[in-house]
């Protein structure tokens, strides 16, 4: 494995995202500590004691594991937690069929890297946690996987709907067989295949919870590195977390104005991630699934349901369990439960982030660093070889195709053919005028048969020009059709590859242990945030 980087400034990140990594103290106003500076995070480990419901969450988080069919595996994370001192590095992502996008392997080795890291530094314990985004009902987000295939990039969709309850509540029905058979026929036959498979077949089977599956197979691969599983679509932890959801009505009005007035001072300069709302909960409803909850008028509402507040605020003592946290309630919670030295955010998550500072403070709470995951670029042996062979370098195959086939042609058109024939042949028709001179002294009657030799001599330059011309064309096919595989597997779906490719292709290649090889190589070379990786197997 040889991993080197690219500057994000050279591919398609934010301005934000890049003045966050190169230019932080701009953004001090939106984010409290740097998290690529040694003296805040340990700033923050020193103000850190524990989290407000820390000791019932993690009995809470017993009774979860038992849900999700992880329990065995988790005991040691879990005691590790209960000690009194103990930080998490946290991170967590939508619950994507197979694991979800690459993105989400990386953004886990992050979190166990720096949990590593910290614990040595820190001389605390410090556990890794896999935050399960539970609460999503976006059945749609997570309903596929990316496979670079047999020919080109697919897509491969779980035909499926959703019910637009959490993601974490829908069952694998029958239809992940079609699913299942179409990632097999996308995938090479290789020496991994037959274990790649059973262990997805293991989680991804009919009648499992969605949460189950996912929790299951991301269990599988980082349980051994000491990660831990949390969430919160659980009512004994719903329980715990009820008197957030009460502020979150009952000072809605400051809580939108906090949300704004950082919003609004974002934007001047950058770009506002998510739009603020009257309201950050959702309601439950066994008939109409995960509803937003709407203020009007002194009056709260979902769907047909309606409220005054206080019987809304009665409602969510008495059954917590019914309702669910939008995008910026979720952190306020993750952080009310677990004492986050750190959260391990992709550039759109720490965004929203920038949002959220004056958030915090509703709820009695300073937001943690926010640290920006491991981004990389794996490139197989196959493309490294014909990399070479082009004159692009890494980020151009961001641009679109047929941009970099045309810059291509432009540049092996360098060599004028016409020029360099047109030279050849005045030069032919001058070195003939001497001896066409001799030749009409000695017999003038052969002049016509001269003309005919110099003009088959000009005929065969045609000839042999419009072999030159083939064969720079047979050349350019071959190198555009170099160009057209190295995008596919660089910038698949025309976007970065850790956005769309399973971490199941790379697995089915090159082994079941990938990801620990790869957390192994990395804690060796030191983890660098500050550029994108590009990955050589």
């Not at 097999?184 to 295949?193: A, H, I, Q, V």
């Not at 995008?487 to 089915?508: A, C, H, I, T």
Request: with cysteine; hydrophobic share 35%.
């Amino acid at each position: 494995m040889d991993i080197s980087g690219c500057s994000f400034s050279e591919l398609s990140y934010s301005t934000l995202f890049n003045t966050y990594i190169s230019n932080f103290d701009k953004l001090k106003a939106f984010y409290p500590f740097n998290p690529l500076s040694s003296v805040d995070m340990e700033k923050r480990a020193s103000s850190l004691e524990s989290s407000v419901y820390k000791t019932n969450y993690i009995s809470a988080l017993a009774k979860y594991h038992e849900a999700l069919g992880i329990e065995d595996s988790q005991r040691d994370q879990l005691d590790k937690l209960s000690k009194k001192n103990a930080l998490v590095i946290v991170t967590g992502q939508q619950l994507g069929v197979y694991g979800g996008p690459l993105f989400t392997v990386f953004k886990t080795m992050t979190a166990i890297l720096l949990a590593r890291k910290y614990e040595e530094e820190l001389g605390r314990p410090v556990i890794p946690v896999f935050w399960l985004a539970d609460e999503d009902h976006d059945f749609e987000e997570i309903a596929w996987t990316g496979i670079v295939g047999r020919n080109d990039f697919s897509k491969i969709s779980l035909n499926q709907q959703g019910k637009e309850i959490p993601v974490s509540e829908e069952l694998v029905t029958d239809q992940i067989e079609e699913f299942k058979s179409k990632v097999k026929e996308e995938l090479f036959d290789t020496d991994f295949s037959e274990a790649l498979l059973a262990q997805l077949n293991t989680h991804y089977k009919t009648g499992n919870t969605h949460a189950q599956a996912f929790a299951g197979l991301i269990n599988s691969w980082f349980a051994g590195e000491g990660l831990l599983i949390a969430g919160s679509n659980f009512e004994p932890i719903k329980k715990l977390i009820a008197p957030e959801f009460i502020t979150s009505i009952s000072q809605s009005d400051s809580i939108f104005e906090s949300l704004e007035s950082k919003s609004t001072e974002l934007e001047k300069d950058y770009h506002r991630q998510v739009m603020n709302g009257d309201s950050n909960l959702f309601y439950l409803s066994e008939d109409a699934g995960r509803i937003k909850i709407h203020h009007s008028n002194g009056r709260w509402s979902a769907g047909e349901l309606d409220w005054t507040e206080q019987e809304l605020l009665q409602l969510i003592e008495s059954n917590p369990e019914r309702f669910s946290p939008n995008v910026f309630l979720r952190p306020i919670i993750q952080d009310k439960l677990l004492p986050t030295l750190g959260y391990v955010a992709g550039p759109g998550e720490l965004a929203y982030y920038g949002q959220m500072k004056e958030l915090y403070e509703e709820f009695d709470l300073e937001m943690p660093p926010i640290i920006p995951r491991f981004t990389g670029t794996i490139i197989e042996s196959g493309i490294t070889r014909i990399l070479d062979k082009l004159p692009f370098e890494f980020p151009d195959y961001g641009k679109r195709i047929e941009d970099l086939e045309s810059e291509f042609v432009e540049q092996s058109e360098s060599a004028d053919i016409e020029k360099v024939f047109s030279i050849w042949k005045d030069k032919l028709d001058a070195a003939a005028e001497d001896p066409l001179k001799v030749i009409n002294e000695i017999d003038p009657t052969l002049d016509g048969t001269v003309g005919k030799t110099v003009a088959g001599f000009s005929n065969e330059l045609d000839k042999l020009k419009g072999r030159v011309y083939r064969s720079i064309k047979k050349q350019e096919e071959i190198q555009i059709n170099r160009i057209e595989k190295i995008k596919v597997n660089l910038f698949p779906d025309g976007g970065l590859q850790e956005r769309s490719v399973s971490p199941v292709y790379f697995m089915n290649k090159y082994g079941l242990d990938i990801w620990n090889q790869l957390i192994s190589e990395i804690e060796k070379e030191g983890l660098d945030l500050t550029k994108h990786h590009l990955i050589e197997l």
